[in-house]
Structures are given as C-alpha cells and as structure tokens.
C-alpha cells in the first residue's frame, strides 16, 4: 500500500498569513503516460464531511477559492494557503488516487490564532 | 443534483456484523463508482472499499477479510457489510463518489 505522510499534524496561524503543509507519498504518484500526479487535498471542517479541494495535484475544484493552491510532483506535494481566513479553520487531508486502496495521510489541524 | 444519502443502525454489538446502506441520486451507479470511507471518532480518515462503475470491488487491505461491498443498481444503492465488529470500528461512515460528492456520514457505535 502507499503510505501517505503529512506534516505538521497541527499548525496554528494568524489570518491572513500564509501557510504551507506538506505531503510526501512512499512512491511517486505521477503516471507517466498521462503526466498527472494522482493526489488530493481534502478540507474537513468540524462536524462536516470532508470537502475535496484539489485534484491532480493542482486543479482546484470550481467554487474554491484562488488562495487555495496545489503544487509538487511525484512523492513531494504541498498545500499553500496564500491569506488564511477564520473559516479556513479545518483538518487537511491528502489522498492518493494513484493505486488501490486508495490512501490518506493523517491529516494538518489548522487553528487559527 | 447529486445526492448519497449513508443508513443503517448506530449501535452494533461487538462481534456482530455492520450492515449500511448507501442510497444514491442524480446519478447512475453504472456511470460513476462509489467508494466508502471511514473516520474514527476524532481522528483521520481511512479509505475502506469501492464499488466501480461496471460492478468490481476493491477493498483496503487491512479490512479485507471482515469487508464486502455490493450493490443493486434498480434501487440505486450501494451496501457495506462488515464482520466481526470491536470497539475500535466505531466511527463516522461516509459513502462518496469520487471524492467530489459526499453523503452526510453516519454515525455508527460498537458497544455491549
């Protein structure tokens, strides 16, 4: 199975700074045939269902906002919020869609100072 | 719209069998596959299997010997059955597709 590792596991912010959360995957996520990278971002609010964010390492799904941003390749994945706002507050997911079973990380807990 | 919509009972005695039920609208179960995922209470979430499209199955490893996962397409809906339950299987239950699209959860105990 791919292994899915997040960092930080929390990470508490002011709004309006920017922040960055990392994923690394125990073996690339990027299908050569295609050029995609098969990882998700996930938002999970308190008491919600998970929201997907991002698809293909970096596409972000319609209606989510532009400081939202994907970026990486292969093993080594990041998620950047550029200006956090209160209702970023949240646990962020990453997802591997590369193989089955499908694999999540462990998750970030964003707070917001 | 698309719509999953997760049921099934909240307490499941230990040792006893999880039956849920996953009931899908907006949508045809032969275009799209639906997976389900779980998350114990206050912690991250685990992938547990997926129903594809044209009726295959995965499952994830850990669970695939307690797990089976099968449909009726008439009906729209999507079943999860899982065996031998312990305290640690209790948690939220979500059915999605894709990941894009998500059903409210449902809330599922193991207790004596």
């Known amino acids: 199975d791919i292994v899915m590792t997040q960092t930080p596991s929390s990470q508490a912010v002011s709004a309006g700074e920017k922040v960055t959360m990392s994923c690394k995957s125990s073996?690339?996520?990027?299908?050569?045939?295609?050029?995609?990278?098969?990882l998700a971002w996930y938002q999970q609010k308190p008491g919600q269902s998970p929201k997907l964010l991002i698809s293909?390492?970096?596409t972000r799904e319609s209606g989510v906002p532009d400081r939202f941003i994907g970026s990486g390749s292969g093993t080594d994945f990041t998620l950047t919020i550029s200006s956090v706002q209160a209702e970023d507050l949240a646990v962020y997911y990453c997802?591997?869609?590369?193989?089955?079973?499908?694999?999540f990380g462990s998750g970030t807990k964003l707070e917001i100072k | 719209q698309v719509q999953l919509t997760e049921s099934g009972p909240g307490l499941v005695h230990p040792s006893e069998t999880l039956s849920l039920t996953c009931t899908v609208s907006?949508?045809?179960?032969?275009?799209?596959?639906v997976y389900w995922v779980r998350q114990p209470s206050g912690k991250g979430l685990e992938w547990m299997g997926r129903?594809?499209?044209?009726?295959?199955?995965s499952y994830n490893s850990a669970l695939k010997s307690r797990l089976s996962i099968s449909r009726d397409t008439s009906k729209n809906q999507v079943f999860l059955k899982m065996n031998s339950l312990q305290t640690d299987d209790t948690g939220t239950y979500y059915c999605?597709?894709?990941?894009?699209?998500w059903g409210q959860g449902v809330m599922v105990t193991v207790s004596s």
């Open positions: 999605t597709r894709g990941g894009l699209h």
């Open positions: 907006g949508f045809s179960l032969t275009g799209y596959s």
């Open positions: 129903m594809r499209y044209n009726g295959d199955t």
């Open positions: 073996q690339s996520l990027l299908y050569s045939e295609n050029k995609k990278n098969y």
């Open positions: 293909w390492a970096s």
């Open positions: 997802e591997q869609y590369y193989d089955t079973p499908l694999t």
